[in-house]
Nanobody, 120 residues
Framework: VQLQASGGGLVQAGGSLSLSCAASGSFFRVYTMGWYRQAPGKQRELVASITRDSNTNYADSVKGRFTISRDNAKNTVILQMNGVKPEDTAVYYC???????????????WGQGTQVTVSS
């Protein structure tokens, strides 16, 4: 199982950026998917998550600016980032709760991380 993230880069403050993450490989089902971020010298924090039924949860710092969505058929999750701020600069990690096999327990998987840099 792999989580492949893409879409990071450099963006000016006030601009927009979209991150995408796809789960690939052999597995039974993907459950909650989400994005976390880690800025230099800080702990990794939840940015947004979305359940299989599309219930969403956002960090207070991104509410009203970021939107998370998913495509269950493609096992992908997208984070649309609008009105970005310099404090959004971080490495963003895709996360998925996934059941590898029908009889297995749900396991936490992480993508490789993608850098987002917001210039002021």
């Amino acid at each position: 199982v792999q989580l492949q993230a893409s879409g990071g880069g450099l963006v000016q403050a006030g601009g927009s950026l979209s991150l995408s993450c796809a789960a690939s490989g052999s597995f039974f089902r993907v459950y909650t998917m989400g994005w976390y971020r880690q800025a230099p010298g800080k702990q990794r924090e939840l940015v947004a998550s979305i359940t299989r039924d599309s219930n969403t949860n956002y960090a207070d710092s991104v509410k009203g600016r970021f939107t998370i969505s998913r495509d269950n058929a493609k096992n992908t999750v997208i984070l649309q980032m609008n009105g970005v701020k310099p404090e959004d600069t971080a490495v963003y990690y895709c996360n998925a709760d996934l059941r590898p096999y029908y009889y297995s327990s749900i396991t936490d998987y992480w993508g490789q991380g993608t850098q987002v840099t917001v210039s002021s």
